[in-house]
């Protein structure tokens, strides 16, 4: 992958300039979705937007020392993580991609969830710290399974390159993958059941209580785009390559969407779980996918052996 | 799976949010402003005392007294209604209006104080009949 097209897709599609309105547009769709399944009208399609624009004038509240530092630099890294991890995507064929870039991608897409533990313990608040406790013990629950999935599709289909991934035939195994991803998806994003870190009526709003202004606006738009990157690294393992680019880039928004819809009913319907309650569905559904993964593979070497 | 055919529902139903100005309809048992009607009035000054909100209040004078009632302040909890003995006070079956300005709502009424109404002769007692010849 050349300098050109690196930056490209970090700056352009499906980087910044593509990422930053689709996580405001999913945003939308997701608080409107839930509020028409709740029978209210919910926000006008612009209203991500303007609270983020809104957030950026305010004034944020004076604080020193290295905690102060710490604080400020949480979102921006968390925003830079997402930001890149949506770039990383592999929506258009034969445009880049190294080898490796599915763990860079993973990799990328822990990190908002280490900033936000950092920013609670660094904002010394008590519902910060308890929200960061939290958050802590789900990013250890759900990874299990992300990554036991993840590393399956990997595995099954000898390749750490997302391009290669996506070009290859979807198999069993990486349907079973995707599951698991797709049932860490809501704690991943911090939705019901599990919005534990966040739980407004119990902690406020956990990690993010002690934020304001601009920097909450980051938050919000880190939130956002990680929206975009874990619907979107669904979306392009689900779905095949097309021969035409605009045909699959059609594709990745129609799945996305679809996605943060399926995502928005299960938060309408669902209510928050407790904490041990969460981390002992993890740890059945890690059980779970473990074995399906085995059988699955098992049963694919013993066909190959049959054929051969 | 209940919950699933109750979101579905609520799909199909639509949005029950009201916009204004459209106000919600109200049964006939509904608490709103409270209505002053000063032919009744005595002045005694009980929904002033009733008044936890300090929505009314009452000013008094020697032959003159001010009530006033500011709905801005008002709970509609209707305790001033339950404890005038005058029943000068009643309460609409409507929403109360919206206003934009402090006060807008706010109503005084400076009253004459009635005259206190003739005790009735009390009637004689039997028992204590004066005796024949005293004046």
């Given at each position: 992958m050349n300098l050109a097209i690196a930056m490209a897709r970090l700056l352009l599609f499906p980087g910044l300039l593509f990422a930053v309105p689709a996580a405001w547009f999913f945003l939308w769709v997701e608080r409107k979705s839930v509020a028409l399944m709740q029978q209210r009208i919910g926000p006008p399609f612009p209203q991500p937007m303007f609270d983020f624009v809104k957030l950026l004038g305010k004034s944020t509240p004076p604080r020193r020392g290295i905690d102060g530092f710490l604080m400020r630099m949480w979102p921006l890294i968390s925003v830079s993580a997402s930001a890149t991890a949506a770039g990383l995507l592999p929506v258009l064929p034969a445009r880049g991609g190294f080898e490796g870039d599915l763990i860079f991608l993973i990799a990328l897409l822990e990190i908002p969830a280490i900033c936000i533990i950092a920013a609670g313990f660094s904002s010394r608040s008590m519902f910060g710290e308890i929200g960061s406790a939290r958050e802590a013990v789900l990013t250890v629950a759900y990874n299990v399974v992300f990554l036991l999935a993840i590393l399956s599709i990997a595995a099954s289909q000898h390749t750490f390159r997302l391009e290669a991934l996506a070009q290859l035939p979807v198999t069993p195994l990486r349907y079973i993958g995707l599951l698991a991803i797709l049932i860490c998806l809501p704690a991943k994003l911090h939705i019901n059941p599990f919005s534990l870190p966040n739980a407004e009526q119990e902690?406020?709003?956990?990690?993010?209580?002690?934020y304001a202004g601009a920097e909450l606006a980051m938050w919000q738009l880190s939130h956002g785009m990680e929206w975009v990157a874990s619907c979107g690294l669904v979306a392009t393992l689900a779905i095949p390559q097309f021969s035409h680019w605009a045909v699959n880039v059609l594709a990745f928004g129609v799945l996305s969407l679809v996605l943060v819809l399926l995502l928005s009913v299960l938060a309408a319907a669902t209510a928050r779980l407790a904490i041990d309650t969460t981390v002992r569905f993890y740890w059945k559904c890690t059980l779970v996918f473990a074995c399906l993964i085995l059988i699955a593979f098992v049963s694919s070497s013993f066909m190959q052996e049959v054929r051969s | 799976m209940n919950i699933f055919a109750m979101l579905a529902k609520n799909l199909r139903l639509g949005i029950q949010t009201i916009r204004f100005p459209a106000r919600p309809p109200v049964t006939a048992a509904f608490r709103g402003l409270v209505r002053f009607d000063p032919a009744l009035c005595s002045g005694c000054a009980m929904c002033r005392f009733r008044c936890t909100a300090r929505a009314i209040t009452f000013t008094a004078g020697k032959s003159t007294f001010t009530w006033s009632y500011d709905p801005g302040q008002c709970t509609f909890c209707g305790r001033c209604v339950e404890g005038c003995k005058d029943h000068a006070l009643s309460q609409d079956s409507a929403c109360p209006p919206v206003y934009l300005t402090i006060g807008t709502l706010k109503k005084a009424y400076t009253l004459q104080r009635k005259p206190p109404a003739e005790k009735a002769a009390a009637p004689p007692d039997p028992s204590h009949v004066s005796p024949p010849g005293a004046s």
């Open positions: 902690i406020y709003s956990g990690p993010m209580t002690e | -």
